[in-house]
């Protein structure tokens, strides 16, 4: 029993880890920089035995710049016991001191002997004013209110959580005077403005109506006890919140979003799929056909992803979708989505033929084979060696037992390593060798994707579920040229979600990336924009598109650094 | 557990007498067994074969595995060794391992077989799929081509090669094995799609579409084709053609059939394995299926809750509400003998009353429903039928207190329940009442048209005609196709049929989507003898709801009447395909089949089959009578007289002279020695209506 195991104080993830004096020499694109950076964050699942679902789902994280300083801070989120038992009945008690809560850690960069500049992390979340001690799952990141000042919209399992960030440092919870506290089992949730009114509105994915006084009892197929999977809850309603200035209306049914059969929601992107210049939806739902979610520019949406051919894979297939994350791989100027999946499926990467029409793309781009012994979690495209062509990052953990993980007498036989694939040239990637963190075996869930140390390559936190969160630095992209900016909109600024920036090398090449801060797993992530030039000439031009249609172009614009450049924000 | 795989005995001797008498080790060291005659062959080395953790699992499939492995084990042991022997058990006990989802062990065991036995192709065969489904499709792609040297044209085997080839882009390497394939055996589905699949990749959306419609001709359960096809019309701009095959695909995939992967599902000794089995039927809507799994389900462990839901609601979805309330039953017994939850028992209680209600017997349903919340209180939706019943069996006053609960409990369904308490008001005399509930009811769904006009009825019921007449304009003009379908079935039931034809028609023009409102109609048409459009009616109907009883027993029974008796029994015969258990669609095709004046149509031996299986669930005089005009049919006139001969005894001993006058009417065409046949499609209906004596 899994109780037993637990209570027998089996080995630990970090047990699992290697031994640093073991270690080699240092190869690979990453560095486990965790420990140096005061990252003592350790996710505790209230696991207690009785294979509560809901255990293995969370966490994700917010990589977000809270106190405007320049450099990404790190919020992550915390769980508890599940049913009616408390911490201190817990198998396995938390690592990380009670009362657990969600933490906020403040980003000190530091500069180094050798000149660089290190994250130095603070635990801030008791001066933040932070209380959110539910059950956390994601988050969204986005200045609702227009202050200049990155808000947090928590989905928990239960109700969620709008934090307003106060500009001093702290955070006030305004779920109720917002009207947004959905009460169901949230994981995604994505600020967009859908009716380009200059507010941002909030999209809030739901996954199953899970009932802890009743769990479903689920076993394998020789009959032995095991996590359920989402077929055996009713799936939840999503939501869509429009920003009315001072509260939000719920607006799900007139936009048209709940005319769709409720499906178990795990990852969300809101980009404009088919190029009309108005923000789109994609939801990933777990075993049931996706949705992209098509702005019809009048306040509604329809679902199109069936004949768009992003519902189910190439086979026809719904899979359970956990990650997305959409960025223009192939430099066609369209966005494409990838997504991970469950063990014996594939992850999925769906190209974009232009006009929101989709190829299913994996097997072509040799994605296939390498993903279907894993479950993947979070999922990010990053070009971690600035070459200018998009890498992506799977992170991994299964959601039913492993065989032979269990079979070792494994407390929690669900963890796995870590991915990395390098883009080959625009239609190929090939697994790559990550480095160090990414021969450990965890239980992974949010990727959050952002340039920590601010030297111009992504960065990755990695939140793993009943472990701990990792901070993998990025080491090698630095040296290659880049360019970067932050787009804004408004007075006072906030990003400009949706924005797009594309750089021209002389010869004509066009490298597309895009401002925000959805996509992964439950996550929020950097919103800058990077675009790696690997080791060519600097661009003749760059040129934004801003979400309002208005386009503006640099030529010659300084590389290595990052740009700012604001728009005026569109009238309400 | 010693870690000595990869361990290699010499392959020379031919005692065989190291170690393998051990059984222990017979795992973990490499096997010599060839030493029995075969001197000079190189030694096989065996990998160890994992034990997979079955602590937790059914007894049954511990036992399952335990003796598996003891037949590998006394086999590798004997000697002189049977290495052909040996290798097949090792490949069973992989398949048992596949089956129940341990695919390392699975493969240890395929790896062990195949070098055991390399030249037996089935076991690279398998070794291949295991290799391929664990993410290595290159290692994959190798052992199916070694399978294919080993057995050529292996038609499984150039399938699944074919598609790992798609998979790793080696187009023309798959096009060759799919060609193959389809050389082999043209209708080869599986082939066909690789083919489209390939046009697809190469950008040629109309080959690839004659590809996907030929697979899904001879596929057609193979629903994922649908996408296939959906995704080649929107490359061809055929949108629509698109879109309406998106909307009709699944998952079901394109089976290639073997006889090694296809029939695992036979070696399941689990209960669980049958029910997940049962689940995935339940989802494709295969209901067939479903009886069959959760049946196996229960063979295994007759209190399985999950089986008896599942099975229930599988038969009750085939039309078998009997069967469905007799497992439900044997469930009851099942939880009361046993330690099942209060929970289970009150939801068989509350299914079994929906399944009481649905065959028209509120007074048990309500007995079941009553019963079931006295178990479980916590139930609104079982609370909410019991109400319903009650109202149904005109016991409002038991039924109103019911309501009042449920407005508290759920008030997101007030407007329903406030309807349902007003309707019972009203018939219990509380016409103020009554009009305070319908008045909240359309004040919280205000476009809720025919909940205002079920309001104005009310209002003209109670004398308020003005009032009634204000909340019917509010409800919206005369063109309103609510209000139409209203005021045609006002008209119909008044008699005034072609206004009331007119009517429905005038509704169809707005919602041709209107199946239930064509129903209505086709009905009509019959009922005033226009039986062709009937048909046409019918049919559509049908097209839209394939498992609508009534639509298909009111198209065969408009072509009877037509006298397109051929046609007759070509749909009733596709109506039973569908409805096996439909006792009324069955009674119609027996007598059809044994008294059709069409000499081509009749087949005596068929009707006697059908009216055979007829008289296990419906013994009426009628059926009884079908079945004696059945006997005569096949030329066992004698029998037939003499059972015709109880028939109007029966009839005259009831006293029932019009019945038994009909009946002796055709026992002396059966005393002549000859069959009797009837003269016209009227002889033939009125045989087969309800019959309750």
Known sequence: MLVAALAAGCASPEERSPDASDAGPVTGPFVDHSAEAGLDFHHFNGMSGRYYMAEIISPGGALVDYDGDGDLDIYLLQGTMLGSAGVDEAPRPPRHPTPLTDRLYRNDLAATTGGDRSPRLVDVTRRAGLAASRYGVGVAAGDYNGDGQVDLYITNLGPNQLLRNAGDGSFDDVTAAAGVGDTGWSVPATWLDFDRDGRLDLYVGNYVDYPFDEPVLCRDLTGARDYCGPASYPSQPDRLYRNRGDRFEDVTAESGLGSAPPAPALGAVAADFDGDGWPDLYVANDGQANNLWINRRDGTFSDEALLAGCAVNGRGKAEGSMGVDAADFDGDGDLDLFMTHLVAETNTLFRNDGGGLFTDHTDVAGLGAASRTRTGFGAGWLDYDNDGLLDLVAVNGAVKKIEALARAGDPFPLHEPNQLFRNLGGERFEEVDGGEPFTLSEVSRGALLGDLDNDGDTDLVVANNNGPARLLINRIGQDRQWVGARLTVGRPARDALGARLATTAPDGTERWGRVRADGSYAAANDPRVRVGLGDGPPPASVRVHWPDGRRQVWLRPPAGRYLVAAARAPTP | ?????????????????????????????????????????????????????????????????????????????????????????????????????????????????????????????????????????????????????????????????????????????????????????????????????????????????????????????????????????????????????????????????????????????????????????????????????????????????????????????????????????????????????????????????????????????????????????????????????????????????????????????????????????????????????????????????????????????????????????????????????????????????????????????????????????????????????????????????????????????????????????????????????????????????????????????????????????????????????????????????????????DAESRGDRELAADLRAKLETLDSGRAWWASGPQEILDATLPDDR
């Open chain 2, 1 to 649: 557990m010693a870690a000595a795989t990869g361990r290699t005995l010499p392959g020379g001797g031919c005692t065989g007498a190291y170690a393998l008498k051990r059984r222990a080790a017979a795992w973990l060291l490499a096997v010599a067994w060839l030493a029995a005659g075969c001197p000079g062959r190189p030694a096989a080395e065996l990998e160890e074969v994992p034990h997979p953790d079955l602590s937790a699992a059914e007894s049954a499939v511990r036992e399952q595995v335990a003796v598996q492995r003891e037949t590998v084990d006394e086999l590798l042991a004997a000697e002189p060794a049977d290495a052909a022997a040996a290798a097949a058990a090792l490949a069973e006990l992989g398949r048992v391992y596949l089956l129940y989802d341990f695919p390392q062990a699975a493969e240890a065991c395929f790896t062990n077989a195949a070098r055991l036995a390399p030249d037996e192709a089935d076991w690279q065969y398998l070794l291949a799929y295991i290799t391929t489904l664990q993410g290595r499709p290159e290692e994959g792609r190798a052992l199916y081509r070694r399978a294919l040297e080993l057995r050529p044209g292996f038609q499984p085997a150039l399938l699944r090669l074919g598609r790992v080839e798609l998979e790793l882009g080696q187009y023309d390497a798959a096009r060759g094995r799919f060609e193959a394939a389809l050389a082999a055996d043209p209708e080869a589905a599986a082939a066909h799609e690789g083919l489209g699949k390939l046009a697809a990749a190469a950008g040629d959306p109309a080959a690839a579409a004659v590809h996907f419609e030929r697979a899904l001709e001879l596929a057609p359960r193979a629903d994922s084709l649908r996408y296939a096809l959906g995704q080649t019309y929107r490359d061809l701009g055929r949108t629509e053609e698109a879109r309406r095959e998106l909307a009709a695909s699944g998952d079901v995939a394109v089976p290639i059939v073997d006889p090694l992967i296809s029939p695992l599902g036979t070696l399941a000794e689990s209960a669980q394995f049958y029910l997940v089995q049962g689940g995935e039927a339940l989802e494709d809507g295969d209901y067939e299926r479903a009886v069959a799994a959760y049946g196996a389900a229960l063979e295994r462990d007759a209190a399985s809750f999950v089986a008896i839901k599942g099975l229930a609601y599988a038969l009750e979805k085939l039309g078998d509400l009997d069967g469905a309330v007799a497992t439900l039953e044997r469930g009851l017994a099942e939880a009361d003998s046993g330690e099942a939850e209060r929970g289970e028992r009150a939801e068989i209680l509350r299914v079994l009353g929906g399944l009481e209600a649905l065959r028209g017997r509120d007074a048990a349903a309500a007995e079941r429903f009553a019963a079931s919340l006295a178990l479980d209180a916590d139930q609104p939706d079982a609370r909410m039928k019991l109400a319903n019943s009650l109202s149904r069996l005109g016991r409002f006053g038991e039924a109103l207190p019911l309501y009042d609960r449920l407005l508290e409990e759920k008030p997101e369904h007030a407007a329903d329940i406030l309807l349902r308490r007003a309707t019972a008001l009203v018939n219990l005399g509380r016409g103020d009442e009554a009009l305070a509930d319908f008045r909240r009811a359309v004040e919280l769904r205000p476009d809720d048209r025919p909940l205002r006009l079920r309001y104005a009825d009310a209002l003209a019921h109670l004398g308020r005609a003005a009032e009634a007449a204000r909340q019917r304009r509010l409800a919206g003009g005369g063109g309103d196709a609510e209000v139409l379908l209203r005021t045609a079935r006002q008209q119909r039931d008044a008699g005034r049929y072609q206004q009331a034809l007119d009517g429905f028609t005038a509704v169809l023009d707005q919602a041709p989507e209107r199946h239930d409102v064509r129903f209505e109609r086709a009905q009509l048409l019959g009922h005033l003898g226009r039986y062709a459009g009937a048909v046409a009616d019918f049919r559509r109907v049908i097209e839209a709801e394939p498992r609508h009883a009534a639509a298909r027993h009111g198209e065969t029974t408009a072509l009877i009447l037509l006298e397109r008796y051929g046609e007759a029994r070509v749909r009733l015969n596709e109506a039973l395909r569908i409805f096996s258990l439909d006792a009324r669609l069955a009674h119609l095709q027996a007598r059809l089949l044994a008294t059709v004046p069409e000499a081509p149509v009749r087949d005596g031996r068929l009707a006697l089959e059908v009216a055979r299986r007829l008289l296990e669930v419906d013994d009426g005089v009628r059926v009884r009578e079908t079945f004696a005009l059945a006997l005569a049919e096949s030329g066992r006139t004698a029998e037939a007289a003499e059972l015709q001969r109880r028939l109007v005894s």
